[in-house]
């Protein structure tokens, strides 16, 4: 198997014998030196030489460069493969064997180089590689050498095949240059199989390289999952630790109140035992004067109304009422910390929208910073007027949105009162004179912080009850849901409101400024 690849790559190309006498040209490919001169030598009429094998062009007949160690490699291989010499081809006219380097089909002999240079140089004499049997190199009706190709009948004729045999009149070509059109054909269909084949070979790279993208999203999404588990354990061990404390607490105030107990009733007790020991001698007097008299120097008898059962009953017990409450709303405060845990994940997971301020739609008292991101009242821009621009202390984003999800915020932490909604494409900046303002028309929805917080939307305010101030506003559009929902957003994400509607328009994230206050959209 070696051997045969080897011999393999040490053929040429042009007679697909071992290289006899090699040489090179500039493009690195190798070949016998008579077959190199002999296609240089076809080619030399259209002035252009070029590579058999990668047909590599040259304006000038090229140099051929020897190669030694390449022969005296074919030298050793051919010596140590004694059982090939016995298919070589030698030389019809040596008396000792000469490796032959061309067989004439005319002449029906192989000749070695020093016996080829006397052949006869005309063109109905054809070289080709040595040949021990010519038979499929003639035509099997004429006894000719087959030098045409019959493209109608795809087959390889003679001259009087063409001439006066059954290919007469038919448009032949030279074997050579059907050849060469055949393996242009084949090169055509080869280089259209590589692009395919390379076409094959990216597409399974991009899904190679789509398993690892998921497979890092996947790592991900178990790595969020394990932190939100670990925050569930935290959450539900911080809850057994407030209720045990509970029941230990109750536990030592049940003890504390048991022997406060017990020290009362051991002090009635001796007092009972001090009265018995009293009053039992006086029964023992038969002298009723004596017993009377003894008796009123005693004094009443006082009915202490000792009551074990009722100081036991009045002993403080471990109240599972209590214990029980402290369990269900820690339950309710790690459902509300779940839920702001869910909520949180779903607004880090989700990427906030880049909102830009659009500067042609502010109001002329409103000063929008370079990075179009901060605005705040000041005294009149001296801007131009135009369509876009707002009678009211009110500007839009440059952005719109008109599907899908989206998500930003507003630092609304240096305004004392604000406006932060959403407005419609369509909305009237000038209408009749009169100032429109987000919120108070059909086409646009706001939360206001004005002394107290309101829902806004067609001139409908509902208060809204909040715990603590607004410094962060979380605005969260499902466009294609028609939902629309406000938070606020800090320590814990707090739900505000959320409006429904069908949405028919692109729109655009909105701001009402009071005077003095700087409100900025949040990278």
Not at 124 to 149: A, D, F
Not at 496 to 506: K, M, N, V, Y
């Amino acid at each position: 198997m070696v051997s045969a690849e080897l011999r393999d790559e040490l053929k040429c190309s042009i007679c697909l014998s071992l290289y006899t006498d090699p040489v090179s040209l500039r493009c690195g490919h190798f070949f016998c030196r008579y077959c190199i001169v002999s296609a240089l030598d076809a080619q030399e009429a259209a002035g252009v030489y070029s590579c058999p094998d990668c047909r590599a062009q040259y304006l000038e007949r090229p140099a051929l460069e020897k190669n030694r160690k390449l022969e005296n490699i074919v030298e050793r291989f051919s010596s140590a493969q004694p059982e090939m010499e016995e298919t070589r081809i030698f030389c019809t006219y040596c008396d000792s064997p000469a490796p032959a380097v061309r067989t004439c089909l005319q002449c029906e002999a192989s000749f070695c180089e020093k016996h080829l240079s006397r052949h006869s140089k005309s063109s109905e004499h054809t070289l080709v590689e040595p040949n021990v049997t010519l038979e499929g190199r003639k035509c099997s009706t004429h006894k000719e050498v087959l030098k045409y190709y019959c493209p109608i009948d795809k087959a390889c004729i003679c001259v009087s095949c063409w001439v006066a045999g059954d290919h007469k009149g038919h448009d032949v070509e030279l074997l050579d240059v059907a050849s060469e059109k055949k393996k242009e054909k084949i090169r055509f269909v080869c280089d259209k199989m590589k692009s395919r084949r390379d076409e094959a070979e990216k597409r399974i790279q991009n899904l190679k390289d789509h398993v690892g993208k998921e497979e890092e999203k996947s790592a991900g999404v178990s790595h969020r999952v394990a932190l939100l588990f670990t925050e569930i354990r935290e959450k539900l061990d911080d809850l057994e630790k407030t209720i045990q404390g509970e029941i230990s607490w109750q536990k030592d105030q049940v003890s504390l109140s048991v022997s406060i107990l017990v020290g009362f009733v051991k002090g009635q007790l001796d007092m009972l035992i001090k009265d018995i020991n009293e009053l039992e001698p006086l029964c023992n007097i038969t002298d009723p004067l004596t017993f009377l008299q003894e008796d009123l120097k005693r004094g009443d008898i006082k009915d202490l109304n000792f009551d074990l059962l009722g100081h036991v009953n009045a002993a403080q017990r471990l109240d599972e009422d209590i214990v029980s409450l402290e369990l269900h709303k820690g339950f309710l405060q790690f459902a509300d910390d779940l839920s702001d845990m869910k909520k949180k994940r779903q607004f880090s997971v989700m990427e906030k929208s880049d909102i830009l301020l659009d500067i042609d739609t502010a109001h002329n008292n409103i000063i929008i910073s370079q990075d179009l991101r901060s605005s705040h009242t000041a005294r009149s821009q001296n801007r131009p007027d135009g369509p876009k621009r707002f009678r009211s202390h009110q500007v839009l984003s440059s952005r719109s949105f008109s599907s899908g999800r989206h998500y930003w915020e507003v630092d609304v932490s240096q305004a004392r009162s604000w406006m932060v909604g959403v407005a419609g494409e369509s909305l009237e900046r000038k209408v009749n004179g009169k100032i429109s303002y987000i919120g108070f028309n059909k086409k646009s929805w706001a939360i206001i912080s004005e002394k107290n917080f309101f829902e806004s939307h067609k001139n409908l305010h509902k208060p809204l009850v909040l715990n603590s101030p607004v410094r962060v506003v979380g605005v969260y559009l499902d466009y294609d849901a028609g939902r629309l929902s406000f938070y606020q957003v800090g320590d814990h994400i707090r739900h505000l409101h959320t409006f429904t509607a069908s949405f028919s328009e692109p729109l655009y994230p909105a701001l009402y400024l009071y005077d003095n206050c700087i409100i900025r959209m949040i990278k």
